[in-house]
């Protein structure tokens, strides 16, 4: 399902102008990170994308649903949007209740929605807390609860807030995963990070906002190699790309294996 | 009596006080936002007193109002209901009214005879006659059954289904919530009465004008309004407070 | 100081009355407004003395505002269903069974000034004191430093609690869940938003537990603050006075009725 921004504007009621013209095209299957300095308006645009915002003037639509002509229970057919905390939306007994709580919001036919939350819990590996109640595990869990209640609603578009942030190593890792199967099965995936090294290992595609407007956007390693325009949003490249340029090496490095081939060519 | 007030005032329930009062005005304002024709806006102090105690949730009420009562003075004058309010929450508490299931069929007796004894207040009230001297009569309990045979009947089918439906396993606690309710009411309406003209400036003014117009005084009036929704409100809260407990996770509750 | 309070900062004398002065003045009109006789006497107070205390404080078109957006629902609401609902009286006008009554009307008014008089005095107070200096004082005067610690907490995190209600609001609109629609969807809603504030809230206790006590908070020692409130001898004399009027007025109000 295509994501189509046209000219995007958003004030605030307290007259903070976060987006100032945005236009994005996202395709159906696309692994997209948006990157940037805190208040670049990158949380602003992608409550866009399931109309927790409505814009200001311009547009975003949806496939062809144009957001401001459904309410955010209607989007979240569309738009899965894992929050940032997995405290703000965790209220079950237990896990099973929790990541069977989308589904049923969204009207599943029983089987279908059993299945749906059955392969979300697999993907992240939470099959044997099933019965656990979700405030017993630690944060870390807590926050695969979070993903899998949003997977398990089965949406062609997921948006993840941070998903790294306070996360151990172990974790990264199994986040990492979860989006390399959800691209997979073809779904479009759109992620805040402040993570530039998460974000070069696993996205196509990066997006840096700078004071609500587009200040890059290309294929990640396009984008990673242009240090200098990154650094008007305090980005830095990763340390991999940063490592590979001081090096010598003549294209932009941002993944492991690419790393050690270019180590081993030249 | 003084060591066990004591003994509720640990470091913890004093932690939990201000997040209860914060809870309460959060949630006060939710249903606003929701549009729910209740007022739900003691859920925290119901819980204080659900988890540490009478007292402390008398303290929790009180104070509440009282800190409510900076932005709203309206609040603050009742900061004594409130604090009776998180008193009996405390000590339906000490019965365990909100650590237990009930079974179904006492939801379905508290709801019938809650009902029935709400409409024969209303339907004595209504039916109530004041002569020259000033002298209000009640009509006798037979004449009402006879009269309203139908109501009463009706009346205990609802109580009934509200029991099933809406208390299901909370019952006890959903009945600790009336009665709370109940006492609520009579102990405000006079406050409300003689220092705000018998108004609250919310949806449940209506009731104090329907019980106007059958010929209340404003005292009674305000008294049979809040004997209608503070039941049925407390009611709720306590329901609320009662799976708030139930679903506390095993990290919380083993301490 | 981003906490929950009304305070508009100033400079003015009012301002820097000692907070335990301030709120022994309120009360001190208020008990005269509800005790003294006549009908009119809360309106009396509110614009011959409460209003030039305002301007005095710099918070006047602030104050008479506020007051007036929180007395208005009060204000119809009173003045409706006393004036239509009066049972006996003198008809103001009469359509059909509409027929409000002069006697209700100028019960309502006589309410209303009651009303505004307990409104504005407190406004007053909260616009023009500081929530830390109100802290320090209240443990100056004996207070309790528990009873203080619920009062200074509960202004600094209710921002935070409303603003974490509306996230849960939103993060459970994504997982589909509808908030708006008839009253059943509306109730539905009620229990998925508010369980995660409460829970989560619940889990913050030990933590914060923890950290009062490192603080040594219930170590039984005195207090001292950073913050000193300037007090003068003169103040302290009103306030005696003050406290005076105030139970006077109060026996007053009581005998008078009797």
């Not at chain 2, 549009?35 to 659900?50: C, E, F, N, Q, R």
């Not at chain 2, 105690?53 to 008398?58: F, I, L, N, Y």
Request: net charge positive.
């Amino acid at each position: 399902m295509k994501i189509i921004i046209n000219n995007l504007h958003f004030t605030y009621p307290t007259g903070l102008e976060a987006l100032k013209g945005i236009s994005l095209t996202i395709n159906p299957g696309e692994q997209v990170a948006i990157v940037g300095q805190n208040g670049a308006g990158k949380t602003t645009l992608v409550r866009h994308f399931n109309g927790l915002l409505k814009p200001t003037s311009g547009a975003i639509s949806i496939g062809e649903w144009e957001t401001t002509k459904y309410s955010t229970a209607k989007l979240a057919s569309r738009v899965g949007y894992v929050f940032q905390n997995p405290d703000e939306q965790l209220f079950s007994r237990d896990v099973l209740a929790e990541v069977s709580f989308g589904p049923r919001n969204l009207g599943y036919e029983k089987s279908k929605a059993d299945e749906l939350v059955k392969r979300a819990m697999a993907l992240t590996e939470l099959n044997d807390k099933a019965e656990t109640n979700p405030y017993d595990l630690s944060p870390t869990w807590r926050k695969m609860v979070a993903l899998a209640s949003i997977i398990a609603m089965d949406t062609p578009i997921i948006i993840f807030d941070e998903p790294t942030t306070g996360q151990d190593a172990v974790n990264v890792a199994r986040i990492a995963n979860v989006i390399a199967e959800l691209k997979r099965e073809g779904r479009t995936v759109v992620t805040i990070t402040h993570d530039i090294d998460f974000c070069a290992e696993n996205f196509e595609r990066i997006i840096a906002l700078a004071k609500g407007q587009v200040l890059l956007d290309g294929l990640a390693r396009d984008v990673l190699g242009q240090g200098e325009i990154l650094a008007q949003t305090y980005v830095e490249p990763p340390q991999l790309t940063r490592l590979g340029k001081r090096l010598g090496l003549k294209e932009t490095i941002t993944k492991q294996d690419q790393f050690l081939n270019a180590i081993a060519r030249d | 009596m003084f060591e066990n007030i004591k003994k509720e005032f640990s470091t913890r329930t004093l932690v939990l006080i201000p997040i209860a009062i914060a809870i309460n005005i959060a949630i006060g304002e939710l249903v606003v936002r929701l549009k729910l024709p209740v007022y739900l806006d003691s859920i925290g102090t119901v819980l204080v007193g659900a988890i540490a105690g009478p007292w402390a949730g008398a303290l929790t009420g009180g104070l509440a109002n009282l800190i409510w009562g900076l932005f709203n003075p309206f609040a603050a004058p009742f900061f004594y209901v409130a604090a009776a309010i998180g008193l009996m929450a405390g000590l339906a508490g000490k019965r365990g009214a909100f650590q237990n299931e009930t079974p179904r069929w006492v939801s379905v007796v508290v709801g019938a005879v809650f009902v029935f004894s709400l409409t024969l207040f209303i339907l004595a009230f209504i039916n109530a006659s004041t002569d020259e001297t000033g002298y209000t009569s009640y009509p006798s309990m037979g004449q009402l059954f006879s009269q309203y045979i139908v109501a009463f009947i009706a009346a205990i089918l609802i109580g009934a289904a509200i029991g099933y439906f809406l208390l299901q396993k909370g019952g006890y606690a959903g009945m600790w919530g009336l009665i709370t309710g109940v006492i609520a009411a009579i102990i405000s309406a006079p406050t409300a009465a003689y220092v705000f003209g018998g108004v609250t400036g919310a949806g449940t003014d209506l009731l104090v004008a329907a019980f106007r117009a059958s010929g209340g005084g404003i005292l009674a009036s305000v008294l049979a309004q809040g004997s209608v929704s503070d039941p049925f409100d407390k009611m709720l809260s306590f329901m609320v407070v009662w799976l708030i407990v139930r679903s506390l996770p095993a990290r919380f509750t083993s301490r | 100081m981003n906490a929950f309070s009304m305070y508009a900062a100033r400079e003015s004398g009012l301002h820097s009355l000692h907070p335990l002065t301030k709120i022994l003045m309120t009360l001190l009109l208020v008990a005269a407004g509800l005790a003294l006789p006549g009908n009119w006497t809360g309106y009396f107070i509110v614009v011959f003395i409460i209003f030039p205390l305002a301007f005095w404080g710099r918070v006047f078109l602030n104050l008479l505002s506020t007051t007036w957006k929180v007395s208005l629902p009060f204000a119809i609401s009173v003045i409706l269903i006393q004036s239509f609902f009066w049972g006996e009286g003198t008809p103001i006008f009469e359509i059909g069974v509409l027929s409000p009554k002069w006697e209700g009307a100028m019960f309502a008014a006589v309410s209303m000034g009651k009303i505004i008089l307990v409104m504005s005095g407190f406004l007053l107070f909260s616009m023009t004191t500081r929530p830390d200096t109100l802290m320090i004082t209240l443990k100056q005067a004996g207070v309790p430093s528990s009873i203080a610690y619920i009062i200074v907490t509960t202004l600094q995190i209710v921002p935070s609690f409303q603003r974490k209600a509306l996230t849960i609001l939103d993060a459970q609109r994504s997982r589909g869940l509808e908030t708006e629609g008839n009253l059943y969807v509306r109730a539905r809603a009620f229990i998925p938003i508010i369980l995660p504030l409460v829970l989560g809230s619940l889990m913050e206790v030990e933590e914060r537990a923890i950290a009062i006590e490192s603080r040594g908070f219930n170590s039984g020692k005195k207090e001292t603050s950073l913050i000193e409130i300037p007090d003068t001898p003169l103040q302290k004399v009103i306030r005696r006075v003050i406290l005076f009027g105030i139970f006077a007025f109060i026996v007053f109000g009581v005998l008078w009725r009797l």
